[in-house]
């Protein structure tokens, strides 16, 4: 594969998804991130809402965990076949052409591609908690919360299927902060690189 990807990861309410949608009709190129979970729901046989409750987050309990099969459970807990099924879509898509993936460790597996512009977006908790507020009609209170646990899903999911920190400049190619660049700047900048990409190593790239 000689085409280019791009693999967001994202803070809860940074405007990561925000980035990857504008990214994607302005580059004329598909995203996925949501559509991940309907494609794994299919590949397993399971209901969209049972593979959703545990994409991007990991269970310790058995009975939440494990998948069964008629009365005896399969020895795959279903945070973990889900990850398998994910990284083979994300595998699959990325030898179609070029693509934006959010989240889903998409960046981790795809780590062997030289192509693959692996991005990280965050932003102030002031601006986050703004954003959620705004965008599901909550409180502060609730917005906040919210903020905590899913980046507390999203962090150990990526560190326990990666071995790597998640959001950190050890794991990340590039991070952005929006609260500094903002949404608009970001989304040039990483086409910019995108279209230099073909011509360099946007393994050597950094900002």
């Keep these: 594969m000689e085409h280019k990807i791009i693999a967001i990861g994202r803070q809860f309410g940074s405007g990561g998804h925000e980035i990857a949608f504008r990214l994607s009709e302005e580059l004329g190129i598909p995203m996925y991130d949501r559509d991940l979970v309907e494609m794994a729901a299919d590949k397993l046989g399971l209901s969209e809402i049972t593979v959703e409750a545990v994409d991007e987050s990991v269970f310790n309990s058995f009975l939440s965990s ?13 945070n973990d076949s889900t990850f398998e099924t994910q990284s083979k879509i994300i595998e699959s898509l ?12 998409a960046d981790y597996v795809l780590r062997e591609y030289p192509q693959c512009m692996n991005i990280f977006v965050y932003a102030s908790q002031k601006d986050r908690t703004e954003r959620i507020m ?3 009609n909550i409180s502060k209170k609730e917005a906040e919360a919210s903020i905590k646990k899913m980046d507390h899903r999203r962090k150990q999911y990526y560190e326990t299927y990666t ?11 590039i991070l952005f ?6 949404i608009p700047q970001t989304i040039d900048t990483i086409k910019h ?4 990409s073909s011509s360099s190593d946007p393994t050597k790239t950094n900002t």
């Excluded at 071995?163 to 190619?173: F, K, M, N, R």
């Design 193 to 196: 690189l995108y279209a230099d």
């Design 66 to 78: 494990y998948r069964y099969n008629g009365f005896a459970p399969r020895r795959v807990p279903l």
């Design 177 to 182: 902060n929006i609260s500094k660049l903002g």
């Design 94 to 105: 990325a030898q179609k052409g070029p693509c934006i993936f959010v989240g889903r460790c």
């Design 163 to 173: 071995d790597q920190s998640w959001g950190s400049i050890e794991s990340h190619q």
């Design 134 to 136: 705004k965008r599901y």
